[in-house]
């Protein structure tokens, strides 16, 4: 880690070679930042009159690139993104007033076992509710974007984490998605090749299902899904009175199916097995497993 960062210190100094000369005077900076269950080194990109930078992580950059050529490539994202930093300008306006956003609220879950900086909630042992703005429908924004709530945006608001939570809650309430996965596959499939062209035995497969117990629960556009299992409303709709083994396949998406269906120890390895070779570390939530039983979630 500290080779990254002398690597991210050393691409921050050099990037102002590569940038326009409207860039004279910004602020470059390195931040290490959270992603996931990662720490990245992120190098900022400020100007002066702007309440809003770029940010590029580099990690990815070592150590397969050169400084000077890192430096290159930061400089290249920074001017392909410089038109949406205008339109973060009015933003702050944007996220002043907790009446205007309120319905825009939902929840993100995070591995405890590195700090939280955001106001969190635990929910088991080892998971905590982090709430978010969805910006996905403020023009301010630009495109689709989110924002953790940060403490000083609650003592801004004038409101308590828990009222905000509760608020989150309630939202989540109408975009929860719990589907069999027989059915998310067929979504998947009907939306990657049109219908005339999947082979009739897979259509076969498709159309009668091969009675898998396992389902996913998620929200409706996929992203954070997993902060699901912090709306006991939603846990006891979806599961009702059969106890669920949870396995969290991403922080968009947890898989359930009965409890007793496949051995605790089995399920860790294969929660542990896709989590190294499949999900991006940004993405990863856990390499434990769960239980919902009698209305309660438990890390095991």
């Known amino acids: 880690m500290k080779e990254i960062k002398k690597y991210a210190e050393e691409v921050a100094a050099k990037v102002k070679d590569y940038l326009p000369e409207e860039y004279k005077d910004a602020l470059v900076n390195v931040m290490e930042v959270r992603k996931g269950r990662t720490i990245c080194n992120q190098v900022s990109v400020i100007r002066p009159e702007e309440i809003a930078g770029i940010n590029v992580t580099v990690n990815d950059f070592f150590p397969y690139f050169s400084v000077e050529k890192a430096a290159e ?8 993104h410089k038109e949406q930093v205008s339109g973060f300008q009015s933003l702050k306006d944007s996220l002043s007033s907790y009446s205007s956003l309120s319905s825009k609220i939902f929840i993100r879950l995070y591995s405890s ?4 900086e955001y106001p969190y909630k635990m929910i088991t042992d080892d998971l905590a509710a982090v709430c978010y703005v969805d910006l996905d429908s403020c023009p ?3 495109e689709s974007m989110t924002v953790n709530v940060t403490h000083t945006m609650l003592n801004a608001w ?3 984490f828990e009222t905000v939570l ?3 809650r309630e939202n989540m309430k109408s975009v929860y998605d719990y589907r069999s996965m027989d059915d998310m596959m067929k979504e ?3 939306n990657m090749i049109a219908a005339e062209m999947i082979p009739k035995e897979a259509e076969l497969t498709l159309e009668h299902g091969m009675g898998s117990p396992l389902s996913v629960l998620t929200n409706k556009g996929k992203l954070f899904g997993a902060g ?3 709306v006991p409303e939603v846990l006891k709709v979806a599961f009702g009175t059969t106890a669920q083994l949870i396995l969290p396949s991403s922080v968009h998406e947890v898989i359930t199916m009965p409890y007793g269906i496949l051995p605790v120890e089995e399920a860790k390895e294969m929660v542990q097995a896709v989590n190294v070779e499949q999900v991006a570390p940004e993405d990863q939530l856990s390499d434990f497993v769960y239980i919902y039983m009698n209305g309660e979630l438990k890390k095991i």
């Open 73 to 80: 490539k930061v400089a290249e994202i920074i001017c392909e």
């Open 188 to 190: 998947i499939m009907n």
């Open 228 to 230: 699901m299992l912090a």
């Open 140 to 142: 301010e924004a630009g």
């Open 166 to 168: 509760e608020d989150a």
């Open 158 to 160: 004038g409101v308590s």
């Open 113 to 116: 076992e590195m700090s939280i």
